[in-house]
């Protein structure tokens, strides 16, 4: 982290004042008052200075452990919508949480079209990365487009697929 020289408290309670701070809805006077609980005097200013300072390089030093966790669980469907004045084919994997992995839009709704979806959403990602579950809609498409990915071997043949 940055370096606490010069600082009047230690690095320990800077980090901890400004961790509280950012990560619950907490007021600078009430961590105020938790650090004075814990024998350690310090004013809410001097929090806010804190925060000011050490908040940014803190995110930025930890953005990569916030990234979206890894889920094993891929919700698969299309939907028509006009593009430019034409009507096309969204298709979208999105994870428990709702979050996009990945969409491909396609003249046509056909297994073609969901192969190419489904291997777009799946090329470069790592082994481990790679859904244990895909669940869809009754459309045929995908079912042809999942099992001809398993046999040409870029998904996993334990890939379960929920219709």
């Known amino acids: 982290m940055t370096d ?4 009047h408290f230690q690095g320990d309670v800077i980090l901890w004042a400004v961790r509280w ?3 619950y809805p907490i007021s600078y006077r009430d961590l ?7 024998g350690i005097s310090v004013d809410h200013t001097t929090i806010y200075r804190w925060v000011q300072c050490y908040a940014p390089e803190m995110e930025k030093r930890l953005r990569w ?24 084919y969204l298709y979208r ?10 969409f491909y839009l396609s003249p046509t709704r056909s297994a073609k079209a969901a192969k190419r979806f489904l291997g777009k959403a799946l090329r470069g990602l790592k082994h481990w990365e790679k ?11 995908y079912g042809a487009a999942i099992t001809e990915l398993k046999r040409e071997g870029k998904l996993d043949r334990e890939t379960a697929h929920r219709q």
């Open 21 to 23: 701070y950012c990560r």
């Open 131 to 141: 859904p244990a579950t895909l669940n869809t809609d009754k459309a045929p498409s």
């Open 4 to 7: 606490f020289k010069w600082r």
């Open 32 to 38: 105020e008052e938790m650090l004075a609980e814990r």
């Open 65 to 88: 452990f916030w990234r979206r966790g890894f889920d094993p669980s891929w919700r698969l469907d299309e939907t028509y919508v006009k593009v430019r004045g034409k009507w096309t």
């Open 93 to 102: 994997a999105v994870d428990k949480r709702g979050d996009t992995i990945d």
